[in-house]
């Protein structure tokens, strides 16, 4: 299980920077040419800094669950990974499309990604 969440911690990570470094280079362009480019980027800029965060807490939860597999690890590694999808992935399709509808589903990611932490916390906690 832990070497499984790991490479997803990588491939997430990766990916975060990929698109955090696109977001600062080649969409601020494309953005400032729209009336709401700015809040755009904002967008881009608060999806790209979880996802980032979140890849790191995936890590962590990774490193956990290879010293001490637990079932509530691998619930805390899916909710993470759902939550940045949902979180992360609302925010950078709204940034590209402007539809801000998709700004319902952000909440359910932001939940995921706070349900990971707490999980992490209560595996770690009934472990000790």
Same mark, same amino acid.
């Given at each position: 299980m832990g070497k499984r969440i790991l490479f997803a911690a990588g491939l997430i990570g990766a990916l975060a920077v990929v698109l955090g470094a696109f977001? @600062?280079?080649? %969409?601020?362009?494309?953005?400032? !040419?729209? @009336?709401?480019?700015?809040?755009? %980027?904002?967008?881009?800029? !608060?999806?790209?800094?979880?996802?980032?965060?979140? #890849?790191?807490?995936? *890590?962590? /939860?990774?490193?956990? @669950?290879?010293?001490?597999?637990?079932?509530? *690890?691998?619930? #805390?590694? /899916?909710?993470?990974?759902?939550? /940045?999808? *949902?979180?992360?992935?609302?925010l950078y399709v709204m940034t590209g499309t402007g539809i801000k509808a998709l700004g319902m589903v952000t909440p359910i990611g932001g939940v995921l990604l706070i349900a990971s932490w707490v999980m992490l916390a209560v595996a770690v906690r009934n472990d000790s």
């Open positions: 977001g @600062a280079h080649a %969409l601020e362009k494309w953005a400032l !040419t729209l @009336a709401d480019g700015a809040k755009r %980027l904002e967008w881009w800029a !608060t999806a790209s800094r979880y996802h980032f965060w979140h #890849a790191l807490l995936l *890590l962590g /939860i990774g490193v956990l @669950a290879q010293r001490r597999p637990a079932p509530l *690890l691998q619930s #805390a590694a /899916i909710s993470c990974v759902a939550g /940045i999808v *949902l979180f992360s992935g609302s």
